[in-house]
Antibody, heavy 117, light 110 residues
Framework: QVQLVQSGAEVKKPGSSVRVSCRAS????????VTWVRQAPGQAPEWMGR????????NYAPKFQGRLTITADKSTSAAYMELSSLTSQDTAVYYC??????????WGQGTLVTVSS | QSALTQPPSASGSPGQSVTISCTGT?????????VSWYQQHPGKAPKVMIY???KRPSGVPDRFSGSKSGNTASLTVSGLQAEDEADYFC??????????FGTGTKVTVL
């Protein structure tokens, strides 16, 4: 059974960037879709963007266009999410997920990103 | 793009049924058959319960079912059990290669 293992918690200053990694353990990404979702404390999840690693072309939610970059390395079954120009509103748990494209079947353990001066 | 609208809370006694609505527009819920539902227990990652409006992943009890009418999708949990107490979120394709989540519903088993 494939598991997604994410990098550890981060504390960032306002205006800086954060990069979160996600690796497939026990399998590969193959032709599946890797989606990034974030969830602020006490709030609903928020869909950020996705990539199909074998194609390498990302899609982003309009809200994040211009400051979100999603990449994937199919040779190492790893995906990355980089968010720039951070503000306190970006404090959240960030999840990578794997699925068929229309839903997220497998979720990583989540990475807490705290933005604080 | 606004979040899909869900009722903040729903409840039922063990053995009863509860139905959660997820209202969007013709640009998301009403326009595509790509609605999924997620269950989330406190401190845990969400878990998919329904995808593509009505499909149930392997391992999800058949007590969970999904449907859609117009711009509103619904999740029904039949035969409520204590472990069904959780937050539930819908998610829909919104065109232009992106998705939108619902506002979330807290289900309480009385």
């Amino acid at each position: 059974q494939v598991q997604l293992v994410q990098s550890g918690a981060e504390v960032k200053k306002p205006g800086s960037s954060v990069r979160v990694s996600c690796r497939a353990s026990g399998g590969t990404f193959t032709t599946s879709t890797v989606t990034w979702v974030r969830q602020a404390p006490g709030q609903a999840p928020e869909w950020m963007g996705r990539i199909i690693p074998v194609l390498g072309i990302p899609n982003y939610a309009p809200k994040f266009q211009g400051r979100l970059t999603i990449t994937a390395d199919k040779s190492t079954s790893a995906a990355y999410m980089e968010l720039s120009s951070l503000t306190s509103q970006d404090t959240a748990v960030y999840y990578c997920t794997r699925g068929s494209g229309t839903y997220s079947a497998i979720w990583g353990q989540g990475t807490l990103v705290t933005v604080s001066s | 793009q606004s979040a899909l609208t869900q009722p903040p809370s729903a409840s039922g006694s063990p053995g009863q049924s509860v139905t959660i609505s997820c209202t969007g527009t013709s640009s998301d819920v009403g326009g595509y058959n790509y609605v999924s539902w997620y269950q989330q227990h406190p401190g845990k990652a969400p878990k998919v319960m329904i995808y593509d409006v009505t499909k149930r992943p392997s391992g999800v009890p058949d007590r969970f079912s999904g449907s859609k009418s117009g711009n509103t999708a619904s999740l029904t949990v039949s035969g409520l059990q204590a472990e069904d107490e959780a937050d539930y979120f819908c998610c829909s394709y919104a065109g232009n290669n992106y998705y939108v989540f619902g506002t979330g519903t807290k289900v309480t088993v009385l």
